[in-house]
């Protein structure tokens, strides 16, 4: 049984930064591609950012790219997701998942390819 937990959200500023942690059970995260999603109040999940197996592929957003980066400890079983630079409209609670598609370099945000899904964290950014 795989299990996600995700960490590290919390209450920024705009401008400020934030770093995300999805710790991930079971011995196959290493062979896994993992993402990032975020659902705002109202609004329907979407896709935020993407990483393959091996972390040589990783895909984002239009509204994250160049301030958000997804990076992964394999030997420590965590994906993170580094933001900068936050905006207000980046408050929203964020899920990662894991795709079961073992040494994939699949990088996308499609969410019917995701097969495991975290609890989500709260991210709060202030104006």
């Known amino acids: 049984q795989v299990q996600l937990v995700e960490s590290g959200g919390g209450l920024a500023q705009a401008g400020g930064s934030l770093i995300l942690s999805c710790a991930v059970s079971g011995r196959a995260f290493s062979t896994y591609p993992m993402g990032w999603f975020r659902q705002a109040p109202g609004k329907e999940r979407e896709f935020v950012a993407a990483?393959?197996?091996?972390?040589?592929?990783?895909n984002y957003a239009d509204s994250v790219k160049d301030r958000f980066t997804i990076s992964r400890h394999n030997a420590k079983n965590t994906v993170y997701l580094q933001m900068n630079s936050l905006k207000p409209e980046d408050t929203a609670v964020y899920y990662c998942?894991?795709?079961?598609?073992?040494?994939?370099?699949?990088?996308?945000?499609?969410?019917?390819?995701?097969?495991?899904w975290g609890q989500g964290t709260q991210v709060t950014v202030s104006s």
């Open positions: 990483i393959s197996w091996s972390g040589g592929k990783t």
């Open positions: 998942a894991a795709a079961r598609q073992i040494y994939s370099d699949y990088a996308g945000g499609s969410q019917g390819v995701y097969d495991y």
